[in-house]
């Protein structure tokens, strides 16, 4: 049967449960998404009830002491705690049968997970032991439980006036003599960094905020007093990879240290399942995002907006958490970008794959590096190997090293053992196939004319090209190269853009800003799979459903100062104009639609453009749109890639194409009577038609899915 998804409820910003004047909701997450048993909740108080009249009762027991009052807001906020698992009614009256009253169900969920991602992957290997925790040094130890879990702790350590970190000393009671200062919110601010670790939804998480031990109470849930070092916006740092990333627990964070971030006052946060080298699932990234914001609330309180930054798989994660699950994400800064993983990303890769496999086994004609190149549409025909091997991610044995080796599949010794690959870590969205017994699989190349733009500027001949898509072949369900083209299971093509596990762009990612920035590699002598057309992609996908990308802004240059790094001062730049775009936006008090509360929010700095490729680079300002004429173009020619070689858009958002017999019209070129009876052999079923959608190609089911 196929997998079925549920919507999930209305989100906890929107109309909370109100009758009259008063009003109540959660400020820590979700009201039906509560995790760890406990909810920072407030409510809202009309002027004529005075909060001593004011009751609040979960399941009829009596929480009121929890709340404290801010006069000023006219507002009582309180950590409700003690919550069972499961729906919990939360009462608000204020006195005799007619006086106003408000309820709300908080709907809790175990702290190890799952909320909305659907069964916990198993086997599932912890580790904490290998965890190193930064600055402090030593590991998290032995975990207490199945679940991975360890004890919560908090560090502490300190920048020095040397620019390096140390731990702070035990029992403190006056600071460090090389003690440095953060300037946050005008004010200097001792650079001491508290950074709490924990466990959520089986992953190790980990939040960091400048605090003031010595000064300053133990941080709470206080929506009025914030510490002196904290701006308000709190950053998720999101890691990247993909191969490998399944049935473990991971020993890394997205990182909480990093000393720009921090010295400007921002809050920072991770998981290891926001690490896809971890996790390579998008849907469980949001989960553990969910919930360790949730976290952070009920320690701080209500952050003025999360900005999601991350590279390469990080921006996998943003863009695909940003549409799917709105409200985790306020804004994204991504680096080394693709839309999604499932698809951008693996079409691209495994046709890398098929193309390179082909030309290396001794094709009946000779083919040039630039004729091989021509047909694969990258800058340097060198990406096409060097991306082939992270391809490898489709197969189920390749990237198997975190399952123990008798536990893992093999088609003839252990056939029904664990399958690694993306397919099978996804397999609560795609289902499994009943004849197979593996997830369901969304790939597909049939009717795919490999080098179809090189056949018709002459590059390439006929005989070359009807070699090539006669012999090019496709992948069985363990990813071994064979004759026959791959064909999706179509449940698992419905199922993928249904979910947004091929990123849409119309869901939350339609209201919110985003910075793309680019560190250029397709020139890499070696090649690289962070190629620059997938920023094209994700832009044209924003076009296609939301018709304006106004909300999208692109930033390239030479990887001077490496990937994505705030050493680079276009990255920094990046997340200062994204904190600004996000303060305005929410200044905007108007009624007019949020695209265009966006668009006349974005500061007047924050403009397309690139770095010229000099050791002292100058900001040329000017679209990034591809245009050949332009000079961000001729410094940082923007290629192509397969598919689109074979004629689909770029917006590579075509999982299964729609066909049509083949037209001569379609070919700059003369057939010979036998060569196009070859076609015709060769594409029995018909050719790409990439002027109709693909083949159950539809818009989102909604957000907030729940598997």
């Given at each position: 049967?196929?997998?079925?998804?549920?919507?999930?409820?209305?989100?906890?910003?929107?109309?909370?449960?109100?009758?009259?004047?008063?009003?109540?909701?959660?400020?820590?997450?979700?009201?039906?998404?509560?995790?760890?048993?406990?909810?920072?909740?407030?409510?809202?108080?009309?002027?004529?009830?005075?909060?001593?009249?004011?009751?609040?009762?979960?399941?009829?027991?009596?929480?009121t002491?929890?709340?404290?009052?801010?006069?000023?807001?006219r507002?009582?906020?309180?950590?409700?705690?003690?919550?069972?698992?499961?729906?919990?009614?939360?009462?608000?009256?204020?006195?005799?049968?007619n006086r106003?009253?408000?309820?709300?169900?908080?709907?809790?969920?175990?702290?190890?997970?799952?909320?909305?991602?659907?069964?916990?992957?198993?086997?599932?290997a912890?580790?904490t032991?290998?965890?190193?925790?930064?600055?402090?040094?030593?590991?998290?130890?032995?975990?207490?439980?199945?679940?991975?879990?360890?004890?919560?702790?908090?560090?502490?350590?300190?920048?020095?006036?040397?620019?390096?970190?140390?731990?702070?000393p035990?029992?403190?009671?006056?600071?460090?003599?090389?003690?440095?200062?953060?300037t946050?919110n005008?004010?200097?601010?001792?650079?001491?960094?508290?950074?709490?670790?924990?466990?959520?939804?089986?992953?190790?998480?980990?939040?960091?905020?400048?605090h003031?031990?010595?000064?300053?109470?133990?941080?709470e849930?206080?929506?009025?007093?914030?510490?002196?070092?904290?701006?308000?916006?709190?950053?998720?740092?999101?890691?990247?990879?993909?191969?490998?990333?399944?049935?473990?627990?991971?020993?890394?964070?997205?990182?909480?240290?990093?000393?720009?971030?921090?010295?400007?006052?921002?809050?920072?946060?991770?998981?290891?399942?926001?690490?896809?080298?971890?996790?390579?699932?998008?849907?469980?990234?949001?989960e553990?995002a969910?919930?360790?914001k949730?976290?952070?609330?009920?320690?701080?309180?209500?952050?003025?907006?999360?900005?999601?930054?991350?590279?390469?798989g990080?921006?996998?994660?943003?863009?695909?958490?940003?549409?799917?699950?709105?409200?985790?994400?306020?804004?994204?800064?991504?680096?080394?970008?693709?839309?999604?993983?499932?698809?951008?990303t693996?079409?691209?890769?495994?046709?890398?794959?098929?193309?390179?496999?082909?030309?290396?086994?001794?094709?009946?004609?000779?083919?040039?590096?630039?004729?091989?190149?021509?047909?694969?549409?990258?800058?340097?025909?060198?990406?096409?190997?060097?991306?082939?091997w992270?391809?490898?991610?489709?197969?189920?044995?390749?990237?198997?090293?975190?399952?123990?080796?008798?536990?893992?599949?093999?088609p003839?010794?252990?056939?029904g053992?664990v399958?690694?690959?993306?397919?099978?870590?996804?397999?609560?969205?795609?289902?499994?196939?009943?004849?197979?017994?593996?997830?369901?699989?969304?790939?597909?190349?049939?009717?795919?004319?490999?080098g179809?733009?090189?056949?018709?500027?002459?590059?390439?001949?006929?005989?070359?090209?009807?070699?090539?898509?006669?012999?090019?072949?496709?992948?069985?369900?363990?990813?071994?190269?064979?004759?026959?083209?791959?064909?999706?299971?179509?449940?698992?093509?419905?199922?993928?853009?249904?979910?947004?596990?091929?990123?849409?762009?119309?869901?939350?990612l339609?209201?919110?800003?985003?910075?793309?920035?680019?560190?250029?590699?397709?020139?890499?002598p070696?090649?690289?799979?962070?190629?620059?057309?997938?920023?094209?992609?994700?832009?044209?996908?924003?076009?296609?459903?939301?018709?304006?990308?106004?909300?999208?802004?692109?930033?390239?240059?030479?990887?001077?100062?490496?990937?994505?790094?705030?050493?680079?001062?276009?990255?920094?730049?990046?997340?200062?104009?994204?904190?600004?775009?996000?303060?305005?936006?929410?200044?905007?008090?108007?009624?007019?639609a949020?695209?265009?509360?966006?668009?006349?929010?974005?500061?007047?700095?924050?403009?397309?453009?690139?770095?010229?490729?000099?050791?002292?680079?100058t900001?040329?300002a000017?679209?990034?749109?591809?245009?050949?004429?332009?000079?961000?173009?001729q410094?940082?020619?923007?290629?192509s890639?397969?598919?689109?070689?074979?004629?689909?858009?770029?917006a590579?958002?075509?999982?299964?194409?729609?066909?049509k017999?083949?037209?001569?019209?379609?070919?700059?070129?003369e057939?010979?009577?036998?060569?196009?009876?070859?076609?015709?052999?060769?594409?029995?079923?018909?050719?790409?038609?990439?002027?109709?959608?693909?083949?159950?190609?539809?818009?989102?089911?909604?957000?907030?899915?729940?598997?």
């Amino acid at each position: 049967m196929p997998v079925l998804w549920l919507p999930g409820a209305a989100v906890a910003d929107g109309p909370p449960a109100r009758l009259g004047e008063l009003r109540v909701d959660t400020l820590s997450g979700r009201a039906d998404m509560v995790t760890g048993g406990d909810a920072l909740v407030q409510v809202d108080l009309p002027r004529h009830v005075p909060p001593r009249r004011v009751d609040v009762t979960v399941d009829g027991r009596d929480v009121t002491g929890a709340f404290e009052f801010d006069d000023a807001e006219r507002t009582l906020t309180g950590l409700v705690t003690g919550l069972a698992e499961g729906p919990n009614e939360l009462h608000v009256t204020t006195g005799g049968s007619n006086r106003p009253s408000a309820e709300l169900t908080l709907i809790n969920h175990p702290i190890e997970g799952p909320v909305f991602s659907g069964p916990h992957q198993q086997p599932f290997a912890c580790e904490t032991e290998g965890f190193e925790v930064p600055v402090v040094g030593g590991t998290l130890g032995a975990p207490l439980d199945e679940n991975c879990s360890i004890e919560t702790r908090v560090d502490y350590f300190y920048r020095t006036t040397s620019d390096q970190y140390a731990p702070w000393p035990a029992q403190a009671s006056a600071y460090p003599d090389d003690l440095a200062t953060a300037t946050v919110n005008g004010a200097q601010v001792p650079f001491i960094v508290r950074m709490e670790t924990g466990t959520v939804n089986r992953a190790v998480y980990q939040t960091s905020i400048l605090h003031d031990p010595l000064a300053e109470p133990e941080p709470e849930p206080d929506v009025t007093t914030r510490p002196a070092g904290w701006n308000g916006a709190a950053i998720y740092t999101l890691g990247g990879g993909c191969a490998g990333g399944w049935y473990r627990q991971g020993s890394t964070t997205g990182g909480v240290t990093d000393e720009v971030l921090l010295g400007q006052g921002y809050a920072l946060m991770s998981s290891s399942l926001n690490v896809f080298g971890n996790n390579c699932s998008d849907v469980t990234a949001a989960e553990s995002a969910m919930m360790v914001k949730e976290l952070f609330v009920e320690r701080h309180g209500p952050m003025d907006h999360t900005i999601g930054f991350g590279c390469s798989g990080g921006s996998y994660q943003a863009h695909q958490m940003a549409d799917n699950y709105p409200g985790i994400l306020d804004g994204i800064v991504v680096g080394c970008s693709f839309p999604d993983v499932g698809f951008s990303t693996v079409n691209f890769i495994t046709d890398a794959w098929l193309l390179d496999h082909y030309f290396t086994s001794d094709p009946d004609v000779a083919w040039t590096e630039e004729e091989q190149r021509a047909v694969t549409g990258f800058v340097t025909y060198a990406t096409a190997p060097n991306v082939a091997w992270g391809a490898r991610r489709i197969d189920p044995r390749a990237f198997c090293d975190s399952v123990p080796a008798e536990q893992r599949y093999h088609p003839d010794t252990n056939p029904g053992g664990v399958r690694c690959g993306v397919y099978d870590h996804t397999v609560n969205v795609y289902g499994v196939d009943p004849e197979t017994g593996f997830a369901r699989r969304p790939l597909d190349n049939v009717g795919i004319q490999y080098g179809l733009a090189a056949l018709n500027d002459a590059t390439i001949t006929p005989e070359q090209f009807l070699d090539l898509n006669e012999n090019v072949g496709g992948f069985d369900d363990d990813a071994t190269i064979g004759p026959e083209r791959s064909e999706a299971d179509l449940h698992a093509v419905r199922a993928a853009y249904r979910t947004g596990r091929l990123t849409n762009g119309g869901g939350g990612l339609a209201e919110i800003p985003i910075i793309d920035h680019r560190s250029y590699a397709d020139d890499a002598p070696n090649g690289d799979i962070h190629v620059r057309y997938h920023t094209f992609s994700m832009r044209e996908r924003l076009e296609k459903a939301n018709g304006t990308s106004v909300n999208h802004v692109s930033l390239l240059d030479d990887r001077m100062h490496g990937w994505f790094s705030t050493q680079n001062p276009l990255v920094v730049h990046a997340v200062t104009q994204m904190d600004r775009w996000l303060r305005n936006i929410a200044a905007d008090d108007s009624d007019r639609a949020q695209i265009d509360k966006i668009a006349s929010a974005r500061p007047a700095e924050l403009v397309d453009g690139c770095q010229t490729r000099e050791p002292n680079p100058t900001f040329i300002a000017e679209p990034l749109d591809r245009d050949p004429d332009s000079t961000c173009e001729q410094l940082y020619p923007s290629a192509s890639f397969p598919r689109e070689v074979a004629g689909e858009s770029v917006a590579a958002d075509i999982i299964k194409c729609r066909r049509k017999d083949p037209d001569p019209a379609d070919y700059a070129v003369e057939w010979t009577d036998e060569q196009w009876d070859r076609l015709q052999a060769i594409f029995a079923d018909g050719v790409c038609d990439y002027s109709e959608p693909g083949v159950e190609q539809q818009g989102l089911a909604g957000t907030w899915l729940r598997f």
